[in-house]
């Protein structure tokens, strides 16, 4: 990214409306012309406590949430305020101000509302020093008083909206359209008078500071904001999925909801039902049925579901799971985002079993690789999973409409027609054997029939299994049944090799040094390795996003063209080095690893920095990521 | 033409094309219970006039899971427990096929004990067969969840200090709209009872008492039944819950005692299945979602005609 940009913060407590304020203001900006991205950051709470969500704005492409951010707007926490009692609870209510500043750029702006804050307080955070020290501007104003005016208290997010626009010289006519297109009413009318209200005062009072909203280009009416959540589900939709079961668990609730609310449109059917267990379940059995279906959880959701995975790949029923990460142990952090579930997602339930994991590293390859994972497990019979994190749930981004511009498709795979099973092969009793050990086409796929289908009968079962799918323990059958099911890895290997790599080349060719990423922080990576090579580096990064069955050779090559390479991930193990290393078997002293933890994503930032330090042999200054070298280093 | 033409397809059938002509892996010991479920489910089949490729048998682990293996039909043995969340998401996805699940008492009272409750609570269309035969069979005899009070095994040494569950008033409670028992000794009444189970229109639970002669050689399977629909003794409307829920509280209180009621205990023939409360919602395809993949004319529609005005 080049040129001027805004990192806008507005923060408040969980409740007060920051998010639904933050991505009305990100679609003004887009339809304004910006490209936006935001961040999201909440407690598990429902109301109350530190949120914020930044919007970064630039003229041209924007990849990550950015490095700090360089407008504050602190709206206070309502709910730190017990209404029944007035109780109040100490600097609780002050935290969107207090809590935010460490991460404010030289020269920033800060508004605050001293309506809900109060004096004492402030006089706590030392503000003016601080403001002299780094150069903010600070504009302490009454929004709750102009919100309570003409509206009601929560509407000074719209007088906080509206007061950015005033010192930030942006046209308020996207603010008003949004209003009039979301809200009807009273409500409407009560807003746009905060809105004008609000812009008027503070647009004649004195200025002090040089930030403003970046030039803009004419906006394209074919840019459309959405999340990761938004990409999974679309992609998943066009690609014939009609069956959704699920359990509610952040952060996989986002995609739930979308399919849900969708799916009905679709002539489709959701699920929410009483566990994950029956999640995975039920989609199998539609699946079983004839119907391309999904499920998905979290973490400890999805923990629930190893055992109906397993079931899924033995009896070879499509099925596509989506495996939402937070940062774990157990419950973990339910609203922070961590890359912390792959060993889980890969080697989860019993056997020596196998599934197909994609790890789309931004909101396209979202859209991109669920496509692909229904394609592959209905194709190829088995389980699929789209393994992303509460950082690609929760963050929104501009793409053009014309990315979603593509067939849909309904293609259940390897499915036969009745036609095709009155061709295919029986047993003598008639039974349609579904589970041949050498299939007709010499692929490792023995096609599939659905109930219903005359003379299609077969058994499906957990148990080892002979062709016409009854239990069956003699050796040389399991043997072919086993080698059988884990061919199919190696044919979608070659399968993707030759047409559908989603691996994510960036930077130099001949850099000399690499950065490996997989998933979520691809695009955080690439905008550190472009600053990295202004500044005299020569860098290259790789984002993996096919984990199983994992690229080997590509991997290999790129590998083998760097002098070392630094892997990047959310985790505190480093996984996906360990998956690196097991899966290609040599390059050990290569590779070392960046890691952060702390439920915070990357900024670019610390990238920068971490590459500084490893190929310098400092230690790394910042306390909040991990080096670990190279084995035997 | 519908892709699934074995579905209605009006034709005899008789018990006998319900027999895998495979051999099975034999799991089920001589005397077995179990092998009445199966004689009775045959019997059934040609009685409601379905043939074995419109018919979706789930079943769960264990001696009863094995069922399939016995029957012909398209089988699913699926995992210890789980054979109700996917059965019922077959039955949504082509409401047409004949959905039977059938698991022991281990799987419905135990470690599914959540999905029994559920599609029970939401009356899917479908029978639940439950072998309940007191016993974990196939991993030798250990206690089950209707095993009675004091029933000692390797697990449970000293005796068991649970009460058993009770399963006609668990299933009523949660919501089923057919609750019956029967016996593997009584055969003319258990094939009836499944016909009728299987034309219910919601969710038909069918406790099926088995016998395990090897594990549980003590248990009331053994002691003469009373037909509740025979016995002038016991004179109820099936269609009252009051009455149902009465009758069989003192029935399961007085199992263990050796005083076994049969037959059917609750029909409720007014409630909606989950499939017309779906459909009432709007929240169900008109047509089975299953034939949308096999017919060349579905409209597939794209998500970015749809649903990308509101990112705008």
Redesign the interface.
């Known amino acids: 990214m080049t040129g001027q940009e805004l990192i806008w913060r507005i923060a408040g407590g969980s409740g007060d409306g920051i998010d639904s304020t933050s991505q009305n203001f990100a679609k003004a900006l887009m339809r304004s012309g910006l490209d936006v991205f935001t961040h999201r950051h909440y407690p598990s709470r429902i109301r109350g406590g530190h949120t914020f969500v930044e919007v970064r704005a630039s003229n041209d492409d924007v990849r990550s949430r950015g490095d700090g951010y360089n407008f504050l707007l602190a709206l206070g926490d309502s709910f730190a305020r017990n209404p029944q009692e007035g109780a109040y609870y100490g600097n609780e209510e002050v935290k969107p101000l207090s809590e935010n500043l460490h991460d404010l750029r030289e020269g920033g702006v800060i508004v605050y509302d001293e309506g809900l804050l109060e004096e004492d307080d402030i006089a706590d955070l030392n503000l003016e020093e601080r403001a002299e020290e780094n150069d903010w501007h600070v504009y302490p104003l009454n929004l709750r008083e102009i919100a309570r005016e003409h509206g009601r208290e929560v509407m000074r997010n719209t007088a906080g909206v509206a007061a950015t626009a005033a010192l930030l010289g942006m046209d308020t006519s996207y603010f008003e359209e949004l209003i009039q297109e979301n809200m009807s009413g009273d409500v409407m009318e009560a807003n746009l008078k905060v809105l004008d209200q609000a812009y008027d005062e503070v647009s004649e009072m004195d200025h002090d500071h040089d930030l403003t909203i970046p030039e803009a280009e004419a906006h394209d009416?074919d840019?459309?904001?959405?999340s990761g959540s938004?990409a999974i589900a679309?992609g998943a939709?066009?690609e014939?999925c009609?069956?959704i079961?699920g359990y509610p668990m952040t952060p996989w609730t986002d995609v739930f909801t979308i399919m849900s609310q969708?799916?009905?449109?679709?002539?489709?059917?959701?699920?929410q039902?009483?566990?994950e267990?029956?999640?995975a379940?039920?989609?199998?059995?539609?699946s079983?049925?004839?119907?391309?279906?999904m499920s998905g959880s979290s973490g400890g959701g999805f923990a629930l579901m190893s055992?109906?995975l397993g079931?899924a790949e033995m009896?070879e029923t499509p099925v596509v799971l989506v495996e939402a990460m937070r940062a774990g142990p157990s419950t973990g952090m339910p609203t922070k985002p961590e890359q912390g579930d792959l060993e889980h997602v890969l080697y989860t339930s019993q056997g020596d079993s196998s599934r197909v994991v994609f790890a789309p590293g931004n909101l396209r390859e979202c859209y991109d690789q669920t496509r692909k994972a229904f394609e592959i497990a209905y194709d190829y019979q088995i389980p699929a999973i789209v393994v992303y994190d509460q950082k690609l749930q929760g963050e929104l981004r501009n793409v053009d409409?014309g990315f979603?511009?593509?067939?849909?498709?309904?293609d259940?795979g390897s499915?036969l027609?009745?036609e095709e099973i009155a061709e295919a092969a029986h047993?003598?009793?008639?039974?349609f054997q579904r589970f041949q050990h050498e299939p007709e086409d010499g692929s490792n796929v023995s096609p599939r029939s659905?109930?219903?289908?005359?003379?299609?009968?077969?058994?499906?079962?957990?148990?080892e299994h002979n062709e016409?799918?009854?239990?069956?323990?003699d050796p040389q059958n399991r043997v072919f049944q086993m080698d059988r099911r884990l061919g199919k890895l190696d044919d979608i290997r070659t399968d993707l090799d030759e047409n559908a790599s989603h691996q994510t080349y960036h930077g130099p060719e001949d850099a000399d040094h690499g950065i490996l990423v997989w998933g979520s922080h691809q695009d955080t990576v690439f905008e550190a390795v472009d600053r990295l090579n202004e500044n005299g580096h020569s860098v290259k990064a790789l984002g993996v996003s096919d984990l199983m069955p994992y690229p080997v050779e590509e991997v290999s090559e790129w590998l083998e063209s760097v002098d070392q390479a630094l892997v990047v991930e959310m985790n505190a193990t480093g996984q996906f080095r360990g998956l690196t290393q097991k899966e290609i078997g040599r390059f050990g002293p290569k590779l070392s690893s960046l890691l952060k933890y702390n439920g915070n994503p990357f900024e670019p930032h610390e990238i920068v920095e971490g590459f500084e330090s490893s190929i310098n042999g400092e230690e790394l200054a910042a306390n909040n990521m991990k080096y670990v070298p190279a084995a035997g280093d | 033409m519908s892709a699934f033409s074995a579905i209605g397809e009006e034709r005899e059938t008789d018990r006998d094309e319900f027999t895998p002509g495979i051999e099975p892996q034999a799991t089920w010991c001589p005397g077995c219970g179990d092998f009445g479920v199966l004689k009775a489910l045959k019997q059934a089949m040609p009685m409601v006039g379905k043939n074995p490729d419109e018919v979706a048998l789930f079943t769960g682990i264990g001696c009863s899971g094995k069922l399939n293996s016995y029957f012909e039909s398209y089988g699913f043995h699926t995992i210890h427990g789980r054979e109700l969340p996917v059965a019922r998401a077959a039955k949504l996805a082509n409401p047409e096929l004949e959905v039977i699940a059938a698991g022991g008492d281990g799987d419905n009272y135990g470690i599914g004990g959540n999905h029994f409750i559920h599609t029970a609570r939401e009356n899917h269309d479908m029978v639940s067969i439950v072998f309940n035969n007191e016993i974990f069979g196939l991993t030798k005899g250990q206690t089950s969840p209707t095993s009675p009070k004091g029933h000692k095994s390797k697990t449970q040494p000293s005796g068991s200090a649970k009460s058993p569950i009770r399963p006609l008033s668990l299933s009523l409670t949660a919501g089923a709209s057919y609750v019956a028992r029967t016996a593997a000794v009584n055969p003319n009444q258990a094939k009836e009872i499944l016909a009728e189970a299987i034309e219910h229109d919601g969710f038909a639970h069918v406790d099926f008492l088995t016998q395990c002669p090897t594990w549980n050689k003590d248990a009331k399977q053994y002691v003469p039944y009373t037909d509740i629909q025979q016995s002038d003794e016991y004179d109820h409307d099936v269609s009252d819950r009051q009455e149902a829920a009465e009758i069989m509280y003192e029935t399961e209180s007085k199992l263990y005692e050796g005083e076994v009621l049969t037959g059917r205990y609750y029909v409720d023939e007014d409630r909606p299945s989950y499939q017309e409360e779906k459909s009432a919602t709007g929240e169900m395809p008109d047509e089975p979602l299953a034939e949308r993949y096999f017919d060349e004319d579905a409209e597939w529609e794209r998500t970015a005609d749809e649903l990308l005005d509101y990112h705008k």
């Open positions: 009416e840019q459309v904001l959405l938004n679309y939709l066009d014939g009609r069956f079961s969708n799916l009905p449109k679709f002539g489709g059917i959701s699920e039902v009483e566990d267990i029956a999640a379940s039920l989609a199998i059995g539609a079983h049925a004839g119907v391309k279906a055992e109906p079931l009896t409409e979603f511009d593509r067939e849909p498709s309904g259940p499915v027609t009745e047993h003598e009793s008639g039974k659905v109930p219903g289908q005359k003379d299609g009968r077969f058994l499906a079962t957990g148990n016409s799918g009854h239990i069956s323990e």
